[in-house]
């Protein structure tokens, strides 16, 4: 599962980087303290064969289930079953096609214990037939931060009451949501074969796991999709979907690659979906283990509870991903990145899955790796470290998620696993091993991994093993500390260089409370623009490291390859950095210099020059960077960065660089640009006429109202967010209504891109019903994402609307209104 609400929620987050803590005390929540352990196998799931049917007016799902099982190691006469809220109407034991009922028990309407009325020997099968209505929406279930609702069967508009939107049926099994929709062993040490026979209305198509194997009519207007998957997968990975939607088929290595879309979004299938054939080809490649299913398919559907789910090979997109040719000009690889998450999944989750959620690790961070490895390949070195180096800061913003181990057994619940630990952490991880073991032999270890553990399940020791096997050496070093351990290194680095000996020495400091980690790293040592590369084991708290050289180092690049995970003080000269940036080739590497120029920019002028040399860095990112850390509100700074930053416009090809380029010109607010601002309103590109949009309001506030207005109609995310900050920023209560009316409609974490207009529109606002409709919806995001860092910037934007009252009519009930809404936020658990 790609969880893109952890990554929307660090956007709140504090920027600062923390350190890791001392150990946490004993947890004060009991549940804490429960070791959750793999589930018991008593009885282990064979087969599953479902036919359903739905009751769209109900929204109810009419099931029949004829599910095979066998005892695992002890004789038992009976079997329990996960089944959430349903209504049984017939238990049987299948003989042929004779039924024998059969007595159950079903009083907490969550598990459903069968009587068998014999031992079942074990190894020996057994069919047990269940008639069964399910009923999602009647569900008193809760979600996650991760995932926000536990239904697993979801009705979109199914009584057409919403104009506009499609009619949809879709399921969502992760974690143990399936029981949900059918009675199952929900857990993901089971594995199972399927077949799944859905009726649905003939104009609808339909999309499950495995193979269309039939379509048949069943009645006036109905058809019977019947869907088999002959390989066994976990019952969180079964799915269904139903919908009007659009196919594109294409085929990679003979078998069927397509993507489903709605109608409007499917003249753009290609563009979107187009690298699936690469990425199976790559993955495949590179894992020395062909894609193991018979189909892949993507589904794009409304409303989804997160961002995408990695079902058996059928994967459930959220709606993000469905764009128009011209959205998806400005597409960025942060979009793009979710289809090679949830691909990589068809390996590391469905063909091995984790035998427990204690060890998501083996899904998720994988998963996560999977993201910067395909960037690399398809796009370069400096778009993989990039995504990488994002991952890895949104991990280190995390100061709660530092104190919890990669592999955990104790947690309130299971979803808190689906965290920025499990993901960017682990995934940060696995590049680190990458590094350390080299290429050839890591993804040996990887493709030993899937091999030994194919359609079963694994866990990180299992991992380790593989690793370990084809290294021929001990890792448990390396797991100890960044698996079954917290935190990471937080180091200061200093040099020295003795010119009598001829012996450069760094010296590395962990300052991280606790025991030091094991540390493999390279140095390069740059002398006459030449490196020497050391490599070196850091087993202390305080290591010094020497090199004799033929001269003083230009430069000392610690971490050469630039993978470790820690938090870094670099005591280099802005000199030092200046010759990094020119000469160290990689992306993280280039940007550490130009973040270290931007500190000094104000007294240096040296940092200046290299942080104006960012502007002309040939990876974009990098040229963002530069251009968003230029402090332009120091004369000095910008009398020398304003041409600069306007010949780099008058070049710049890359939309999201632009964009970022006249949001910096902005600051300067000269009149001068307003024509530059007021052209590029007509740009191709949405996120460049957004970032215009908002220039504008700097240098001319009353014509950027004007231009807003007649941007209102459009249906681009980031156009509607950037209106909506020129309201906040020049508008006031006759705004409000389209403000509202826009966060409303955002769904998930497009939500997010209205937060800083929202806090600033408080600001604006005089009327009382339109502030307290604001303030509501804070308060409602940061209670929600309160765990994500969200209280803290809602509060300082609640605090600063509130201060902004004063004198204002209504003053003393704004003020009120906002103070009563802080202390529900920090009342919030």
């Known amino acids: ?83 959430k809220g349903m209504d049984i109407k017939q238990v049987a034991l299948v003989n042929g096609l004779q039924l024998t009922p059969l007595k159950f028990d079903y009083t907490d309407q969550n598990n459903l214990r069968i009587y068998l009325g014999k031992a079942m020997a074990p190894g020996t099968s057994y069919t047990v037939y269940i008639e069964y209505t399910a009923k999602p929406d009647e569900l008193k279930v809760q979600g996650s931060a991760a995932i926000s609702d536990a ?55 339909t999309l499950s796991n495995g193979a269309l194997v039939s379509q048949t009519p069943a009645g006036a207007g109905l058809r019977t999709d019947t869907w088999k998957m002959d390989l066994p997968h976990a019952p969180y990975l079964f799915m269904m979907a139903v919908g009007d939607f659009k196919i594109y088929k294409e085929t990679w290595r003979g078998k069927e690659v397509s993507y489903y879309l709605e109608p409007k979004y499917a003249p753009f299938a290609k563009q979107i979906f187009g690298n699936t054939p690469d990425m199976l080809e790559f993955f495949s490649n ?26 058996t090979s059928a994967t459930l997109h959220g709606e ?43 899904n998720e961070s994988m998963a996560d790796f999977s993201e910067g490895l395909y960037a690399e390949h398809r796009y370069g070195a400096d778009a993989g470290d990039s995504h990488n180096h994002r991952n890895l800061r949104s991990y280190l913003r995390s100061a709660p998620d530092a104190q919890k181990n990669l592999v955990r057994f104790h947690y309130a619940d299971k979803e808190e696993m689906f965290d920025l630990v499990s993901y960017q952490k682990g995934g940060a991880i696995l590049d680190m091993l990458r590094t350390y073991l080299g290429d050839d032999v890591f993804f040996a270890g990887l493709q030993k991994y899937l091999q030994d553990n194919k359609f079963g399940n694994g866990e990180a020791h299992q991992q380790r093993l593989a690793m370990e096997a084809v290294s021929g050496q001990d890792l448990n070093w390396f797991y100890n500390q960044w698996y079954f351990g917290t935190g990471h290194p937080v180091v200061t680095i200093d040099y020295a260089w003795d010119a009598t000996q001829k012996v450069q020495s760094v010296t590395v400091k962990q300052t991280q409370p606790g025991q030091p980690f094991q540390l493999p790293f390279a140095i390069d040592y740059y002398v006459n623009g030449q490196p020497q590369r050391q490599r070196v084991m850091m087993t202390q708290g305080t290591q010094t490291f020497q090199m004799p050289l033929s001269a003083k180092p230009n430069l000392v690049d610690v971490d050469a390859e630039k993978t470790l995970v820690w938090q870094q003080t670099d005591n280099k000269s802005v000199a030092e950095f200046a010759y990094q940036y020119a000469h160290a080739p990689l992306y993280v590497a280039r940007r550490e210099a130009l973040l270290a120029a931007a500190a000094k920019q104000d007294t240096d002028a040296a940092a200046r020059k290299l942080l104006l040399a960012g502007l002309n860095d040939k990876f974009n990112n990098l040229r963002m960077v530069a251009a968003e850390r230029l402090k332009l509100d120091n004369k000095n700074i910008a009398k020398e960065a304003a041409p600069a930053l306007r010949k780099r416009v008058a070049t710049e090809k890359d939309p999201h660089a632009l964009a970022t380029e006249l949001t910096a010109l902005a600051k300067l607010k000269d009149k001068k640009d307003e024509k530059l601002f007021s052209r590029q309103l007509s740009a191709p590109s949405y996120t460049v006429q957004a970032a215009a949009l908002q220039a504008l309001g700097e240098v001319q506030p009353a014509l950027a109202l004007t231009k807003a207005q007649a941007l209102e109609s459009s249906e681009d995310a980031g156009i509607s967010q950037a209106v909506a900050s020129v309201y906040s920023q020049h508008g006031g209560d006759a705004q409000w209504a389209y403000v509202r009316t826009r966060y409303d409609a955002a769904d998930g974490q497009n939500k997010f891109g209205y937060f800083e207009g929202m806090g600033a529109m408080l600001t604006r606002l005089n009327d009382p019903k339109a502030f307290t409709e604001d303030v509501e919806r804070l308060r409602d995001l940061a209670i929600k994402y309160k765990r994500y860092g969200a209280a803290e910037p809602v509060i300082e934007a609640l605090q600063a609307g509130a201060k902004a009252q004063a004198g204002k009519p209504a003053a003393a009930a704004n003020q009120a209104t906002a103070e009563k809404a802080i202390a529900d936020i920090q009342a919030a658990k």
């Not at 894992?287 to 409304?302: D, F, H, I, S």
């Not at 040719?325 to 590391?348: C, M, P, T």
């Open 1 to 83: 599962m790609k969880n893109l609400l952890t990554a929307a929620g660090c956007v709140l987050a504090t920027t600062a980087a923390l350190a890791q803590q001392a150990p946490p005390t004993p947890p004060a929540n009991p549940a804490l303290q429960i070791y959750r352990a793999s589930a018991t196998k008593v009885n282990d799931l064979v087969h599953t064969k479902l036919d359903v049917r739905f009751d769209y007016a109900k929204r109810y799902l009419y099931g029949k289930e004829w599910v095979t099982l066998k005892p695992h190691a002890y004789a038992t006469d009976s079997l329990r079953l996960d089944a």
């Open 286 to 311: 590179r894992l020395g283990v062909e894609y193991p299913w018979n189909k892949y398919a993507q589904v794009v559907v409304r409303d989804y509870v997160s961002g995408a789910m990695e079902n």
């Open 320 to 362: 993000f991903v469905q764009m128009t040719d011209k959205q998806l000009l400005d597409r960025e690889y942060g979009n793009e990145s979710v289809i090679a998450h949830e691909l990589f999944h068809q390996w590391f989750g469905d063909y091995v899955t984790a035998e427990s959620w204690s060890n998501l690790t083996v």
């Open 151 to 205: 239904k697993g069967l979801y009705f979109i508009n199914p009584d057409s009451a919403v104009a506009g939107k499609p009619v949809q049926i879709w399921t969502q099994g992760e974690t143990e949501a399936s029981s949900a929709w059918f009675p199952t062993i929900d857990r993901p040490n089971q594995k199972t074969t399927s077949e799944i026979s859905l009726t649905v209305p003939s104009k609808y198509v």
